[in-house]
C-alpha cells in the first residue's frame, strides 16, 4: 500500500505494477496516470453526477463488474442517493468531484466511468439527450457514422445542436444538451427520431434491441435516455484488449468515417486534447434549445 499525496488529499493506492490490459501491458499505474493527465477536460463532464464504476480486479480479460454502489470509501469522496420508485431500491453511488476521488476510482481497477444523465440534486433532469449508434457486425464504424450523419439531420432541424463522440470500440455517440427537459420527454423524442429512420432505411438501421435483427444493421439505441442508465465519459479508457478512448471527434471526421482517424489510444487522446482542449465544452453549455417535446 502506498499514499499519494493528491492536491489536498492523501490517497491509498496499491498494486500498481497490476497489468491491467495484459496485450500492452498497460498498467494500473499508466492507467491511473492517464486519468489524470486527462482530468483536467474528463472532470466538468462526470463532477456533480452520480457514476457506475466498471471495474476489472484482474485486467481487461479476467472478471469485471459495473458498480453503482459506493464501495468501501474515504469520508471525502461524495455520494448521492438514488431511488427508483418502481423497484422500491435505494443507494448511494459515488461521485467523482475532483482528482483525488478520480485517482481512488482509479485504484479500484476502474478502467471506464460512466456517469449519470443528471446532476445528483436534479436526478430526474438530465443534462443531456444520448443516442448511442451500435453497428451489428458485419456493419460496422463506417456505417455508424453514416447512421449519426442522419441523427444530426434530424436534430439540426428541429433546432437542437449535437455533438458527437467515438463510442472507443466501433459505434457513434451522438449528445445533445437540453435545458429544462424530461426523460419522459428525452426518451420519448430520441424513441421517435429511432422509429423514423428504421421504417426510412430498415435494411440499414434498426430500432429494437433484439438481436436476432441487429446483425448488419446500425441500432439506434433510444434507450439510453432514462433516469437509471448511465453512459460512458468522453474521455473515458474502454476495455477492449487494447487502451482505446471515447474521444469526441469533429462532424467532418465522422462524414470521412475512416477507422484510422477515428481511432484513439491514450497517448493520441492526451495529445488531441493539448492541442485543441476539450471538443465536446459545447456539451457543457446547455446552450440548445429545449427538446421540441421536452419543455417544462
Not at 53 to 65: D, N, Q, T, Y
Not at 107 to 133: K, Y
Amino acid at each position: 500500500m502506498t499514499t499519494l499525496r493528491v492536491l489536498d488529499r492523501d490517497v491509498a493506492v496499491s498494486s500498481l505494477d497490476r497489468v491491467l490490459y495484459p496485450a500492452t501491458g498497460t498498467t494500473k499505474a499508466e492507467v491511473i496516470d492517464y486519468y489524470v493527465r486527462v482530468a483536467h477536460v474528463l472532470l466538468p463532464h462526470v463532477a456533480g453526477r452520480p457514476v457506475t464504476l466498471h471495474r476489472f480486479p484482474e485486467g481487461v480479460g479476467g472478471p469485471h463488474f459495473f458498480q453503482t454502489r459506493t464501495p468501501p470509501h474515504p469520508p471525502w469522496v461524495r455520494t448521492a442517493r438514488m431511488a427508483y420508485e418502481r423497484s422500491g431500491k435505494t443507494f448511494e453511488s459515488p461521485v467523482l468531484d475532483d482528482l483525488p476521488s478520480l485517482v481512488w476510482a482509479g485504484n479500484l481497477s476502474t478502467v471506464e466511468i460512466h456517469p449519470f444523465l443528471g446532476l445528483a440534486e436534479a436526478q430526474e433532469r438530465p443534462l443531456v439527450m444520448v443516442f448511442d449508434l451500435d453497428p451489428g457486425p458485419p456493419a460496422g464504424l463506417r456505417e455508424a457514422c453514416e447512421v449519426a450523419l442522419r441523427v444530426r439531420e434530424r436534430l439540426d432541424a428541429d433546432g437542437l445542436a449535437a455533438y458527437a463522440k467515438t463510442s472507443g470500440a466501433k459505434g457513434i455517440h451522438v449528445y445533445v444538451p437540453l435545458r429544462d427537459a424530461t426523460y419522459d420527454a428525452t426518451k420519448g423524442y430520441a424513441k421517435r427520431l429511432a422509429a423514423a429512420l428504421a421504417r426510412e432505411t430498415p435494411e440499414r438501421v434498426v430500432d429494437r434491441m433484439t438481436r436476432s435483427l441487429r446483425p448488419g444493421k446500425v441500432l439506434v439505441d433510444w434507450s439510453q435516455n432514462d433516469r437509471g442508465k448511465s453512459t460512458v465519459a468522453p474521455y473515458s479508457l474502454r476495455a477492449l484488449r487494447v487502451p482505446t478512448v471515447s474521444m469526441p471527434v469533429p462532424w467532418d471526421a465522422v462524414e470521412r468515417a475512416d477507422a484510422e482517424e477515428l481511432t484513439y489510444d491514450p497517448q493520441r487522446a492526451l495529445d488531441t486534447v493539448a492541442a485543441e482542449g476539450d471538443r465536446f465544452a459545447g456539451v457543457l453549455s446547455l446552450s440548445s434549445a429545449a427538446c421540441p417535446d421536452a419543455r417544462s
